[in-house]
């Protein structure tokens, strides 16, 4: 989609076709630092009761059907279809809670220990992410798994037992009482899905094909609701950000049109601009997108994640040293953000700052191993300064990531003929290298 960059969209990774036959789709990770900034606040509460904490991350893909999953102990996803169809956050928290009990009631833990071959966990692409985190001795590698979704193996992966089901319905209203989170929202999520199973499989949402429904689970999860009742707050806070969220979700994903009929439902006068300079910009009126990113920052002057889309307007627009300093702002006023420090290095690669591009991208990876963007402009910048060892071990890492593990061979060991014995590059070009011999052998 033409207009999707602006999202910083990126392929996660290539599924590892070992054993099927249909050709799965990838999943396509939306990365953007306002979402989800706005995703970790909402989730923050419900995380804190669960037990998880900060370990889980919430990352939203592309896609607009209706679905939400997780696949490790690190990370749930949400598809875009879902984050429009649910109005208020605590539909999302209940999505969230949900799913954050299938991590806490060990759920992922008995299927991965359950997988009865590596040729099956291969199959599922499971086999590669736990190589390539070994490989780099980095467990949130493996959150650049993409999960192909047209195979019978990989819906029996996400597939949930009734069992399951019901167990997360029960942690998750527990969490969200817990947080004093409205729990009601976890039934109207069900409410959605009501009736699904009665459709023919090609027909129902894929949650509903992954979460088992049922009219009796539906009234089990009232009852538990019934029971934690009257211990809700308000979330004002989050109404926003949510309603931040979800309207630039909407801004690019929806035709322009839409959001030029629907931009004053927004209650926030800095949303509002907010969502006119999205669509000023997928309609290249530079000027306008530029007019109204301006009055949000007037109404929110250290808010760095409107900086960044300042930016993004510039780069794209190809005013790229006033990109360089809307980037810059937005780096100053989010220092730790991967996101920010990562396009604040793309943007100064364009103005043929390579060596001051490093230093941001390097600190991007440290923050965030999982954008393979951030991976790719390393190896371009490297090249630039003529390091070519550096070069390659970036080329390999993020062809390892993608699950190119030939391509990412290739370039493991042009860097380990290029980088200083024992350093810290060369140990990581030296792993790579040896997670893909071993693929290779058990792919013999």
């Known amino acids: 989609m033409r207009a999707l960059p602006a999202f910083v969209t990126t392929l996660v990774a290539a599924l590892l076709l070992v054993w099927t036959t249909a050709p799965a789709r990838a999943a396509t990770l939306i990365r953007d630092s306002d979402i989800e900034n706005a995703l970790a606040r909402m989730a923050a509460p419900v995380l804190r009761a669960s037990g998880l904490g900060g370990t889980v991350k919430i990352l939203l893909i592309d896609d607009n059907s209706l679905n939400a999953f997780v696949i490790d102990s ?35 833990t008995r299927r991965m220990a359950n997988l009865d071959s590596a040729r099956t966990a291969a199959g599922l692409g499971l086999a590669l992410a736990l190589a390539v985190a070994a490989a ?46 409205d729990p009601s929202g976890l039934i109207a999520v069900h409410k959605i899905f009501e009736g699904q199973e009665h459709l023919n499989v090609t027909r129902q949402d894929p949650y509903m094909r992954s979460h088992p429904l049922t009219r009796d689970r539906i009234r089990a999860t009232e009852r538990f609701v019934a029971a ?87 780069l794209q627009s190809r005013q790229f040293q006033d990109a360089v300093t809307a980037y810059r702002k937005a780096a100053d006023l989010a220092p730790r953000d991967g996101l920010i420090l990562g396009n604040l290095g793309r943007a100064l690669m ?15 990876r440290d923050l965030d191993f999982r954008n393979m963007r951030v991976l790719r402009d390393l190896g371009l910048a490297y090249a630039q300064v003529g390091n070519n060892g550096m070069a390659s ?28 014995r024992g350093s810290s590059a060369y140990r990581r070009a030296d792993d790579i290298l040896a997670a893909a011999k071993r693929a290779k052998a058990k792919k013999r």
């Open 74 to 108: 690190g990370h749930i996803y949400i598809h875009t279809g879902l984050m429009m169809r649910l109005d208020t956050p605590e539909k999302l928290q209940g999505v969230v809670a949900h799913e954050a009990a299938h991590i806490a009631n060990g759920h992922l």
């Open 350 to 364: 364009t103005v043929d700052q390579n060596k001051e591009a490093l230093t941001y991208l390097e600190k991007s």
């Open 228 to 314: 934690y009742s009257g211990k809700s707050k308000p979330q004002p806070e989050l109404d926003y950000w949510y309603e931040r969220a979800r309207a630039k979700v909407t801004a690019f994903k929806r035709p322009v049109k839409w959001t030029f009929q629907r931009y004053s439902e927004s209650p926030y006068e800095d949303v509002r601009h907010m969502r006119l300079a999205v669509a000023y910009h997928r309609q290249q009126d530079r000027a306008k997108a530029l007019n109204h990113i301006e009055k949000a920052i007037a109404l929110r002057p250290t808010d760095a994640q409107y900086y960044d889309l300042k930016g993004q307007i510039h």
């Open 136 to 181: 780099t001795g980095r467990g949130d590698v493996a959150a650049g798994l993409a999960l192909g979704t047209q195979t019978s193996a990989q819906r029996q992966f996400l597939a949930h037992t009734r069992a399951e089901e019901a167990s997360a319905d029960q942690s998750g209203i527990r969490y969200l009482a817990s947080a004093g989170i």
């Open 393 to 420: 071990v970036s080329t390999a890492e993020r062809y390892a990531l993608a699950g190119r593990l030939e391509d990412a061979e290739i370039h493991a060991q042009r860097a380990l003929g290029l980088l200083p």
